[in-house]
């Protein structure tokens, strides 16, 4: 009999660690960097149905402007890494764009994959995952704020009240530009890896704007975290490739992640 009773309070043990796990994780987010890149060529429209499918929270994705002022989808502000083609995005056209190949470079059976607009991943997407916007190269598009806040205003994602739509950006200034023109739009400051970390000083200045600090994953640390977080802002670093990095990021109590391979998470 007391074997039972040792079995049975073992058991119960059991469903309430799993239970209070799955209650500290329940708002942790899963973002799929430019979709699920790992497995798909990356701010392409399969990358981003790959994320859904995996089920990310959001997918972080990269706007860009092309000649003719269109927001387009891409991270780097040349074609050449991600496409069958050479040059500055700034330099084509929207519909020179539309005829590149955005993923053969990632494998054959991607081939046709076309570089989205904006419009496009909001229309198919919005309402199924999060997004996460990343403003490129502002000093190469010196409108890009005001264009980004009209064509979310056109989709009128700017009064969200559920976090739906966040817009990030390593450029302190732009967020502050951006937050003039649509006052609700939650906001991320993305910061690179720096020997000295971010100051309390920084934190301050910061929290008078922005809701995330989305930090290099090499700067995480428990106690980065919990200042961070004492700032009431939320941190979701980036970007995440391995499984290791998913237990330290965890154990250090990070609010989200920013990772390849959104899976790894649910694993």
Do not use: C
């Amino acid at each position: 009999m007391g074997g039972v009773k040792l079995y049975i309070n073992s058991f119960l043990k059991n469903i309430l660690r799993l239970t209070k796990s799955k209650t500290a994780t329940s708002n942790f987010l899963v973002i799929a960097h430019r979709g699920a890149s790992g497995y798909t060529p990356e701010n392409t429209m399969a990358a981003f149905k790959k994320a859904l499918e995996l089920k990310a929270d959001y997918i972080e994705l990269d706007v860009q402007m092309t000649k003719d002022g269109k927001l387009v989808v891409i991270h780097d502000s040349n074609v050449s890494r991600t496409t069958n083609s050479e040059g500055e995005v700034k330099d084509f056209t929207y519909q020179e764009l539309k005829k590149l190949d955005a993923g053969q470079w990632f494998h054959m059976k991607f081939s046709g994959q076309r570089i989205p607009s904006l419009q496009e991943v909001i229309s198919e997407f919005h309402g199924k995952l999060g997004l996460l916007i990343e403003i490129k190269n502002p000093n190469l598009y010196p409108n890009i704020a005001e264009v980004l806040a009209d064509e979310l205003k056109k989709n009128n994602l700017h009064n969200l009240e559920n976090n739906e739509v966040i817009v990030q950006s390593f450029d302190f200034e732009l967020l502050q530009r951006f937050n003039k023109l649509v006052p609700n739009i939650p906001l991320g400051l993305l910061v690179k890896y720096r020997v000295h970390g971010i100051s309390n000083v920084q934190l301050k200045e910061w929290s008078t704007l922005v809701q995330y600090i989305n930090p290099n994953k090499a700067l995480v640390t428990k106690k980065l975290v919990k200042r961070i977080q004492s700032y009431k802002l939320k941190v979701m670093p980036y970007t995440v490739r391995d499984m290791k990095s998913i237990k330290g990021l965890l154990d250090a109590k990070v609010d989200g992640i920013v990772t390849d391979y959104p899976d790894y998470f649910k694993k």
